[in-house]
């Protein structure tokens, strides 16, 4: 009880005091989550959005003035522990669903000069992540671009503990290390197709 009125509480506070870019009704933020006033310029969150303890929201450049790259839409579901680095773009659409432990980042460390320490060199440039609408990423997934768009079409599921570094089509099941297409939907039969790649 003590911990709902704490998230509750902290969810108003956060609406009231962060510059976010956009922030919508029924949103709940619990009150354990790592999501700095310094970047949540470069956040938009929609109605009805959910993110679970222990979850990060990230922007690794803190930039004024710039469009947000994080955006996150009406009714998506952040599991426990997640993390969401957005440099460039990072967009959830309606209904996501992600379970516990998953990563999604835009970029990553830069290692080109081998004579010095990686975390002296920053990030890479990186790409674009967009999670169509109504997709279940199971729990551990990662997905991370480093270039270009990586784009996972709607109504797609990405099964636990998978890496996914390219973009998939809509209604696609998806899994492994790095990640394949499993199965798809097929329109004219209404059924799922397996698939060996």
Same mark, same amino acid.
């Given at each position: 009880?003590?911990?709902?009125?704490?998230?509750? =509480?902290?969810?108003?506070?956060?609406?009231?005091?962060?510059?976010? =870019?956009?922030?919508?009704?029924?949103?709940?933020?619990?009150?354990?989550?790592?999501?700095?006033?310094?970047?949540?310029?470069?956040?938009?969150?929609?109605?009805?959005?959910?993110?679970?303890?222990?979850?990060?929201?990230?922007?690794?450049?803190?930039?004024?003035?710039?469009?947000?790259?994080?955006?996150?839409?009406?009714?998506?579901?952040?599991?426990?522990?997640?993390?969401?680095?957005?440099?460039?773009?990072?967009?959830?659409?309606?209904?996501?669903?992600?379970?516990?432990?998953?990563?999604?980042?835009?970029?990553?460390?830069?290692?080109?000069?081998?004579?010095?320490?990686?975390?002296?060199?920053?990030?890479?440039?990186?790409?674009?992540?967009?999670?169509?609408?109504?997709?279940?990423?199971?729990?551990?997934?990662?997905?991370?671009?480093?270039?270009?768009?990586?784009?996972?079409?709607?109504?797609?599921?990405?099964?636990?503990?998978?890496?996914?570094?390219?973009?998939?089509?809509?209604?696609?099941?998806?899994?492994?290390?790095? =990640?394949?297409?499993?199965?798809?939907?097929?329109?004219?039969?209404?059924?799922?197709?397996?698939?060996?790649?």
């Amino acid at each position: 009880m003590f911990g709902a009125l704490l998230t509750k =509480a902290r969810t108003v506070w956060m609406r009231l005091t962060y510059p976010f =870019a956009g922030f919508g009704n029924g949103v709940s933020i619990h009150h354990s989550c790592d999501l700095s006033r310094t970047v949540s310029n470069r956040i938009q969150i929609g109605n009805d959005v959910y993110i679970a303890d222990g979850s990060w929201l990230t922007c690794p450049e803190r930039v004024l003035g710039e469009p947000p790259t994080i955006i996150l839409g009406n009714g998506c579901k952040i599991g426990r522990r997640c993390t969401l680095s957005g440099k460039n773009h990072v967009q959830l659409e309606e209904d996501v669903l992600l379970a516990p432990s998953v990563l999604i980042m835009d970029h990553n460390h830069e290692y080109s000069d081998v004579e010095r320490p990686i975390y002296e060199q920053g990030i890479t440039p990186g790409g674009r992540i967009v999670i169509e609408r109504n997709c279940w990423l199971g729990y551990g997934v990662t997905i991370l671009c480093n270039r270009g768009e990586l784009r996972i079409g709607r109504n797609s599921i990405v099964g636990a503990g998978s890496v996914v570094t390219r973009s998939f089509p809509p209604f696609s099941v998806v899994g492994g290390n790095p =990640a394949v297409l499993l199965k798809s939907f097929d329109q004219k039969t209404k059924q799922w197709v397996k698939h060996s790649e």
